[in-house]
């Protein structure tokens, strides 16, 4: 761990080339961090890598390939010293009417969402064991309620959230666990649904969106920053304006 040698402290975030996880990264490199930039689209991360300056890594790495998270968990060993903090913020929302047709979204979500979050992190557990992490899941309001056109979707939140709180438990003191669910953040989410008339109709209410990335960003910061013995858990987030 980084602590140990009196270096500032390393944070892996995943789905690192947009939205919250672009956000999260600007956050804590400004907040001292060394960041290790995780994602499929290597463009984006070097991109973002380069903007950012020292102390930032981009490494190309899909969360459902275990081989590529092991070869980044390498990386950060040997560059940055070890990681001390996992943000777990890959994920992709495929909604839609619940058919054959969209059989294929649904393994991409458990696999991306769930499955991805509980790969990163056995990969990375040693490094954030080795004196005392941080481990951040992003899950999502549909963790805690699901709605027709989402129930897989929310399927792999709720699995996220049963996780996370097992794992707390687990993990405790060494690691410490936090889950975050956001509501609707103006994020690139939308963009990737495969269903057209789903994705017209959830695109409007993600046009208006008011919960910006690094609003999200922020409370990660602060969370983070709270001393050793201080865990926050659990943080669900919504716009102001957003019912459900």
Known sequence: MTDSQNLPRVAVITGASSGIGA???RALHADGYRVALLA??????????????????????????????????????????????????????LLGPFSSEQRADYRNMIEVNLLGAITATEVFLDQLEDGGGDLINISSVAGRTA???????????????????????????????????????????????????TRQAVQQGYDVAT?????????????????????????????????G
């Not at 996780?163 to 707390?168: A, G, I, N, P």
């Not at 889950?179 to 103006?186: A, N, R, S, T, Y």
């Not at 001393?227 to 919504?238: G, V, Y």
Request: no cysteine.
């Open 23 to 25: 956000a999260t990264a």
């Open 40 to 93: 499929r689209r290597l463009g984006r991360i070097e991109d973002l890598a380069a903007e950012l300056g020292d102390g930032a890594i981009a490494i190309q790495a899909d969360v459902t390939d275990r081989d590529a998270l092991v070869a980044a968990a390498q990386r950060v060993q040997d560059e940055l010293g070890g990681a001390d903090v996992l943000v777990n913020n890959a994920g992709t929302m």
């Open 147 to 197: 709605r027709a056109t989402n129930g897989v979707y929310a399927a792999t939140k709720w699995g996220v959230n049963g996780w996370s709180e097992s794992l707390r438990q687990e993990l405790l003191p060494d690691v410490r666990v936090t889950l975050i669910e956001p509501g609707v953040v103006d994020t690139e989410l939308p963009t990737h649904i495969t269903h057209e008339a």
């Open 211 to 243: 919960v910006k990335p690094e609003e999200i960003a922020e409370v990660i910061a602060f969370t983070l920053a709270r001393p050793r013995h201080l865990a926050i858990n659990e943080i669900l987030l919504r716009p102001a304006g957003q019912l």
